[in-house]
């Protein structure tokens, strides 16, 4: 179990935790298409990102579409079979008999270079409510555009979740912005650095990410806002971008190589595609509804060949 602890701040890695949970014979029809469930098993679960508010009812699926199997509460698997809901919010492990897909998806150290995953827990904070898109809505003045730092209740869609999810079981390293923010030198360390949806960053860490040599820009609509963090008061606040201070101020770093329109909005990636910039790559589609699918293992053999 590791910990990061930073200024009362309190950065969570995968912690695990055992969990039983069964289903009756009369609850093994499908939620959806393509969909299974399996009966009473026990397994070791990440729960660092807190996405429930409790552990209790969880249930257990498989998708012929998934390279991972999910766990989530029942009312959840409910509302995803009612289109209510995104495959976001949901704990992904391992399916055993995709062992030798895993082994050519992995990470490895003795082949590859040194890679690190950019964890994107400031933009995570900025999606909390209230917070800065309650003031977008005009629902609230600029007092919601400074948000307590503390540890995250959960990360989502808008933070990258199942992406990181997918890159932890695969073997990769990952740190959080706000550990870039307190070391920027810490990228000196990697050969290959992956964004993921880091919207909202420092104007130390876009230095940082934009003078590294070989960044992976894996989310559009990366580096958008700035935001400065104050430890002495534990918290963040939005400087500049999206819109603020002035309307017509849309990236916030103005910088040239902002992709989030159109591309932010893309999250089916039917087409998507690397291109290439001064230091590194990017990609033309939002993949977080891509990674864990089938048809997202191109993507992920494609990231080990930069």
Same mark, same amino acid.
């Given at each position: 179990?590791?910990?990061?602890?930073?200024?009362?701040?309190?950065?969570?890695?995968?912690?695990?935790?055992?969990?039983?949970?069964?289903?009756?014979?009369?609850?093994?029809?499908?939620?959806?298409?393509?969909?299974?469930?399996?009966?009473?098993?026990?397994?070791?679960?990440?729960?660092?990102?807190?996405?429930?508010?409790?552990?209790? &009812? !969880?249930?257990?699926? +498989?998708?012929?579409?998934? @390279?991972?199997?999910? /766990?989530? %509460?029942?009312?959840?698997?409910?509302?995803?079979?009612?289109?209510?809901?995104?495959?976001?919010?949901?704990?992904?492990?391992?399916?055993?008999?995709?062992?030798?897909?895993?082994?050519?998806?992995?990470?490895?150290?003795?082949?590859?270079?040194?890679?690190?995953?950019?964890?994107?827990?400031?933009?995570?904070?900025?999606?909390?409510?209230?917070?800065?898109?309650?003031?977008?809505?005009?629902?609230?003045?600029?007092?919601?555009?400074?948000?307590?730092?503390?540890?995250?209740?959960?990360?989502?869609?808008?933070?990258?979740?199942?992406?990181?999810?997918?890159? &932890? !079981?695969?073997?990769? +390293?990952?740190?959080?912005? @706000?550990?870039?923010? /307190?070391? %920027?030198?810490?990228?000196?360390?990697?050969?290959?650095?992956?964004?993921?949806?880091?919207?909202?960053?420092?104007?130390?860490?876009?230095?940082?990410?934009?003078?590294?040599?070989?960044?992976?820009?894996?989310?559009?609509?990366?580096?958008?806002?700035?935001?400065?963090?104050?430890?002495?008061?534990?918290?963040?606040?939005?400087?500049?971008?999206?819109?603020?201070?002035?309307?017509?101020?849309?990236?916030?770093?103005?910088?040239?190589?902002?992709?989030?329109?159109?591309?932010?909005?893309?999250?089916?990636?039917?087409?998507?595609?690397?291109?290439?910039?001064?230091?590194?790559?990017?990609?033309?589609?939002?993949?977080?509804?891509?990674?864990?699918?089938?048809?997202?293992?191109?993507?992920?053999?494609?990231?080990?060949?930069?």
């Amino acid at each position: 179990m590791k910990k990061v602890l930073l200024s009362g701040m309190i950065v969570g890695v995968f912690l695990v935790s055992i969990v039983t949970y069964g289903i009756t014979s009369d609850q093994e029809n499908t939620i959806s298409s393509g969909v299974k469930k399996t009966i009473d098993r026990t397994v070791e679960i990440p729960n660092d990102f807190q996405i429930f508010s409790n552990l209790k &009812d !969880l249930r257990e699926f +498989e998708s012929d579409n998934e @390279i991972f199997r999910g /766990v989530a %509460p029942q009312y959840y698997l409910n509302d995803i079979s009612e289109g209510k809901a995104k495959h976001d919010k949901m704990i992904l492990l391992k399916k055993p008999q995709l062992s030798e897909l895993y082994k050519k998806l992995q990470y490895d150290e003795n082949l590859e270079k040194k890679i690190v995953i950019v964890m994107p827990t400031l933009t995570a904070l900025a999606y909390s409510e209230p917070g800065f898109y309650t003031y977008y809505r005009g629902e609230c003045d600029t007092s919601c555009l400074t948000i307590p730092l503390t540890y995250l209740p959960f990360l989502d869609f808008q933070s990258s979740v199942k992406t990181i999810q997918v890159f &932890d !079981l695969l073997g990769y +390293e990952r740190i959080s912005d @706000i550990e870039i923010d /307190v070391n %920027p030198d810490i990228l000196k360390k990697y050969d290959k650095v992956v964004l993921l949806h880091s919207e909202y960053v420092t104007k130390k860490m876009f230095d940082v990410i934009t003078n590294h040599p070989n960044v992976i820009y894996l989310f559009p609509n990366a580096l958008y806002a700035e935001i400065e963090i104050n430890y002495d008061e534990n918290s963040i606040k939005l400087i500049r971008g999206h819109g603020y201070p002035d309307q017509s101020i849309l990236n916030g770093f103005d910088w040239q190589y902002d992709n989030t329109r159109p591309y932010e909005f893309d999250t089916d990636c039917k087409d998507w595609e690397f291109y290439e910039i001064d230091n590194g790559y990017m990609l033309n589609c939002y993949p977080e509804n891509l990674i864990a699918r089938k048809t997202g293992i191109e993507l992920l053999m494609k990231l080990k060949e930069f």
